[in-house]
């Protein structure tokens, strides 16, 4: 047990210090590649684009909220409009 146990701590480590000299080489390395060099940010309709995948796999979130809010909307729209009807007896 202590073998297995030894080499997931091995692995553990390793993996940090590989995922920490990556990083650093991502975000502060050169850009060695003149195409990579020249690639430009998202515009928004790219942004838009992704936002729109994102919605499609995922749409609970925001459905839920705009239906609570869909729903209390009506509410407080149907007790406005029957704010002065006559009360109809059973």
């Given at each position: ?6 080499l ?9 210090a ?5 990083v ?8 060695a590649n ?9 515009n928004?309709?790219?942004?838009l ?35 002065g ?6």
């Open positions: 047990m202590s073998g297995t146990a030894f997931a701590g091995t692995t553990l480590v390793l993996g940090a590989y995922t920490l000299w990556l650093k080489r991502v975000i502060f390395g050169e850009i003149d195409k990579v060099a020249a690639l430009s940010d998202l928004g309709r790219e942004f684009g992704s936002r729109a995948a994102r919605l499609g796999r995922a749409p609970g979130r925001l459905m839920a909220g705009a239906a609570a809010r869909c729903h209390a909307g009506l509410d407080a729209a149907f007790s406005r409009a029957t704010a009807s006559p009360k109809i007896a059973p």
